[in-house]
């Protein structure tokens, strides 16, 4: 009898099944596409079993059954669920290791729990690779369940600095799915920031592709030590194979996205988080394909070029910006999950999120360490720059972060993301915000009335005279 079950052998399903294997567990694959069964048949042996028929491979399995589901988010997991169901025995474990909406991980959780299914909606990160050689994982759902599933989850998920598994229980229902959609949500931040750190190299200090692939990589080694720093030097030296050119020049700009940050942005809003930079990411994206439509048509294109004196050190001021920026990131999507976590009442515990977060996924990086400490003990933050190593880290970087979107205003480059950090930083403790303005007119129009900073209780004023 096999030990665990993976449907859905593509890519992700097919290097998840291999990674349990390789780590001495046995494991059986299911798929609807028979293609893909006949590729993992490749690697059978008596630890791995592929099976040609769903029946066959829920009854390859020991009870109580762990099985996980590796395919497109959406329908499709309904649908194998449907035809799973009749098939299974109360107490078995079903896993769903796809980018589902969290909306329909507590659906599926509920459903599934009628029938005395255990139902973990677990978001997985690290791409094909982390797949096969240990992914960030964030099970949540029902946490007896989990300790079933742990052991094999512990082994095949990446290790941090210290040898700790990057996998723990994130809380009830889909709040596994939710962790992994803030994940993404901080991913496209950062992504976006690197993009427009990326931008003012190339057209405020007129670095060239070989330059700034060296500058991302120093940055990795000091000030951004992160997957993504590593990621943009090796994608600015790679050189094209049909032109001898780099190929970061011919890769057409407009962004793609499934769109899990977006659904990251729907969910801060629906909270009121400020989640304003994975905002601006998000827009961003939006951006890029409305340009390109622009500039398909005849429209004269908008050239901006900075002729004027570049500090010594701008570089190194564009590192800061990028390391504060990165910090904005973090802070929003730990904002957000500080805000879920009180609306829908589930126990999210920051410091293990963090420390999941050290290996395995994308936006792995060393300030996830500093995130750690700062909610190590269990230390309620609702902002990370409480914390007295990120407070620090403003003060000392928030000169280059203004300087560097001063520069990107005189060039003419757009820098959504790295103002919104700026405007971001320069709100949260700032008691003078604009605000009171806003009461004023919502009372003088609507007598929304206003709270006042001088005594307490709800205050009108009559603004003007009827007649
Ligand atoms: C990860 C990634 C992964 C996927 C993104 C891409 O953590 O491994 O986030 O899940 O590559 O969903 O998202 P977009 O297509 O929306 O950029």
């Known amino acids: 009898m096999q030990q665990f079950g993976v449907i859905g052998l593509s890519v992700m399903g097919k290097n998840l099944a291999l990674n349990v294997r390789n780590h001495g567990f046995s494991v059986s694959g299911y798929s609807i596409d028979k293609p893909e069964i006949d590729a993992l048949a490749k690697y059978e042996d008596d630890k791995l079993k592929p099976c040609y028929t769903l029946e066959e491979f829920v009854n390859s399995l020991e009870k109580p059954r762990k099985i996980l589901i ?45 029938h005395g299914i255990h139902f973990i909606g677990m978001g997985v990160s690290g791409g094909e690779e982390g797949a096969l050689n240990g992914p960030a994982l964030m099970p949540g759902g029902d946490e007896e369940a989990y300790k079933e ?9 990446a290790k941090n600095k210290e040898g700790k598994s990057c996998v723990s229980y994130m809380g009830p229902e889909g709040a596994g799915h939710y962790v992994k959609m803030v994940h993404n949500g901080i991913e496209y931040a950062i992504m976006q920031e690197f993009s427009e750190v990326y931008s003012l190299l190339r057209d405020v200090a007129h670095k060239s592709d070989d330059e700034m692939s060296e500058i991302f990589d120093k940055w990795n080694h000091s000030v951004v030590q992160a997957y993504l720093s590593e990621i943009t030097s090796k994608v600015l030296k790679q050189k094209d194979d049909l032109t001898s050119d ?15 940050g977006n659904w990251t942005l729907e969910d801060g809003v629906a909270l009121g988080a400020p ?35 570049i500090p010594e050190d701008l570089v190194d001021e564009f590192g800061k910006t990028l390391q504060l920026a990165q910090a904005v990131a973090y802070a929003q999507g730990f904002q957000e999950l500080t805000m879920a976590a009180k609306a829908y009442n589930w126990d999210l515990r920051y410091k293990s999120i963090a420390q999941g977060w050290e290996a395995g996924c994308i936006i792995r990086s060393a300030m996830l360490k500093d995130i750690e400490n700062a909610y190590s003990n269990g230390k309620k933050l609702t902002n990370l720059f409480e914390d007295g190593y990120f407070r620090k880290l403003m003060e000392d970087n928030l000169p280059s972060l203004r300087k560097s979107v001063e520069f990107a205003t005189k060039a003419g480059v757009p820098t959504p993301t790295l103002s919104a950090a700026l405007n971001y930083l320069e709100s949260i403790f700032n008691p003078k915000l604009p605000a009171n303005m806003i009461q004023g007119q919502r009372d003088y129009f609507g007598a929304h009335t206003y709270l006042r900073n001088d005594r307490k209780g709800t205050f009108h004023t009559e603004w003007y005279e009827e007649k």
Do not use: C, W
Request: cysteine-free; charged content about 25%.
């Open 70 to 114: 590796q395919i497109m988010a959406g329908a499709p997991v309904d649908e194998t669920l449907h035809k799973l169901l009749p098939l299974l025995d109360k107490g078995d474990i079903v896993i769903d290791g796809g980018n589902s909406n969290y909306h329909d991980t507590n659906r599926r959780y509920h459903e599934m729990e009628k």
């Open 149 to 157: 599933v742990a052991p094999i989850l512990e082994a095949i998920a």
């Open 246 to 260: 780099n190929i970061i020049d011919h890769i057409l700009n407009v962004a793609s996205y499934k769109g899990t």
């Open 275 to 309: 989640v304003t930079v994975i905002a601006e990411a998000v827009m961003a994206r939006f951006m890029s394909k409305q340009t390109h439509l622009a500039l398909e048509s005849d429209i004269k294109p908008t050239e901006f070029k900075y002729e004027g004196e």
